[in-house]
């Protein structure tokens, strides 16, 4: 019995042409979530890169630790303890590393 109620209901559905339009409506539905997602990862790739890089840590025990950290080319060794935060040096600047020659390659790198 169930399936002569879908079957007439179906049948009704597309008589009425209401079988499409809801398609239709689905379809643009889809369509927008997908674009949503689709621009909310678009906008992910173009953030500029993370300025601030823990490069190393220790623990010292006791929830203590150093650890270097980089914000741009700036280095800092930094002491932590369960109720502070301290900077311990300033360390030199990072490189910003090998500078590229017209021929395309860094120095000295390979072309002899």
Known sequence: ?????????????????A??????????????????FWRGMVRRARRA??????????ALGDRRFAAV???ERQRFLI???PSSVSLLA????????????????APGGGKQ
């Open 19 to 36: 079988g499409p339009r809801r398609f239709a409506k689905t379809l643009g539905q889809a369509r927008r979530v997908l674009g949503f």
């Open 69 to 71: 950290v980089q914000f």
């Open 49 to 58: 890169p993370k300025t601030l890089v823990l490069l190393e840590s220790s």
């Open 79 to 81: 002491g932590s303890s």
């Open 1 to 17: 019995m169930n399936t002569e109620i879908t079957s007439r209901t179906s049948i009704r559905l597309v008589r009425d042409g």
């Open 90 to 105: 300033r360390l030199p600047d990072a490189d910003p590393g090998p500078k590229i020659e017209e021929g395309g390659s």
